[in-house]
């Protein structure tokens, strides 16, 4: 068998998702509304900083809403990271449905609730497509991992719709195939890590948290 050696080293894609917010508590869609971490997801930002910091990352990219960008600021810390912040790695916009509780969302159109608690959020007429978030996301997310040498790891600080459908996407699945995929935790991760000596991706972890 092939010893992996310095240059055909595979490089490692790790998906943050934020920590909590107080509509997370209570169920309300927040899409790219800017709400910021409660205790709890500030809390939850400090452990999973020492946690991102044993993996020594290169780099650290993150979503320019509020809330990722309060998860990022002890994972900066603790790794000595600058980070990078690009709108890109933002979650679904879910226009008119921003904003309201489920029991609100339930109440305006049951049958398209039970549709977006699938997860299938081109149910929601005002929403971003699908297609786009994946488009928009798995580009920024190779061009951060192509910015890693062979053996590095790089980290990208998001949103959970968003990192659910990347995941599918990155991994080669058929667009539906992310369904399979449960939510991420607040400040659960996601590693994905590159075939060595080709650039399809293996997932390696799935809502790892501390």
Same mark, same amino acid.
């Given at each position: 068998?092939?010893?992996?050696?310095? !240059?055909?080293?595979?490089?490692?894609?790790?998906?943050?998702?934020?920590?909590?917010?107080?509509?997370?508590?209570?169920?309300? $869609?927040?899409?790219?509304?800017?709400?910021? @971490?409660?205790?709890?997801?500030?809390?939850?930002?400090?452990?999973?900083?020492?946690?991102?910091?044993?993996?020594?990352?290169?780099? =650290?990219?993150?979503?320019? =809403?509020?809330?990722?960008?309060? !998860?990022?600021?002890? $994972?900066?810390?603790?790794?000595? @990271?600058?980070? *990078? /912040?690009?709108?890109?790695?933002?979650?679904?916009?879910?226009?008119?449905?921003?904003? =309201?509780?489920?029991? #609100? /969302?339930?109440?305006?159109?049951?049958? #398209?609730?039970?549709?977006?608690? @699938?997860?299938? /959020?081109?149910?929601?007429? !005002?929403?971003?497509?699908?297609?786009?978030?994946? $488009?928009?996301?798995?580009?920024?997310?190779?061009?951060?991992?192509?910015?890693?040498?062979?053996? #590095? !790891?790089?980290?990208?600080?998001?949103?959970?719709?968003?990192?659910?459908?990347?995941? &599918?996407?990155?991994?080669?699945?058929?667009?539906?195939?992310?369904? *399979?995929?449960?939510?991420? *935790?607040?400040?659960?991760?996601?590693?994905?890590? #590159?075939?060595? &000596?080709?650039?399809?991706?293996? @997932?390696?972890? /799935?809502?790892?948290?501390?």
């Amino acid at each position: 068998m092939r010893e992996t050696t310095p !240059t055909d080293a595979p490089r490692r894609l790790v998906l943050l998702r934020h920590g909590r917010t107080a509509w997370n508590h209570a169920g309300r $869609v927040q899409g790219q509304l800017e709400v910021d @971490l409660d205790e709890v997801g500030r809390a939850q930002a400090e452990q999973v900083a020492a946690a991102v910091a044993k993996m020594s990352p290169t780099r =650290l990219w993150c979503s320019d =809403l509020a809330r990722a960008r309060q !998860t990022c600021e002890p $994972v900066a810390v603790a790794t000595g @990271l600058a980070p *990078s /912040y690009d709108a890109r790695l933002r979650e679904f916009s879910f226009g008119e449905r921003e904003g =309201l509780t489920h029991a #609100e /969302y339930g109440a305006l159109d049951a049958e #398209e609730f039970d549709q977006f608690r @699938l997860g299938q /959020y081109d149910a929601c007429p !005002t929403a971003e497509r699908t297609a786009a978030v994946e $488009v928009r996301m798995t580009t920024v997310l190779r061009e951060l991992l192509d910015q890693a040498a062979p053996g #590095e !790891t790089v980290v990208a600080v998001s949103h959970g719709a968003a990192i659910r459908v990347a995941t &599918g996407a990155l991994l080669g699945w058929p667009d539906d195939q992310f369904h *399979s995929l449960r939510g991420l *935790s607040n400040c659960g991760w996601v590693v994905l890590d #590159e075939h060595p &000596g080709a650039r399809d991706l293996r @997932l390696t972890a /799935y809502n790892r948290t501390v």
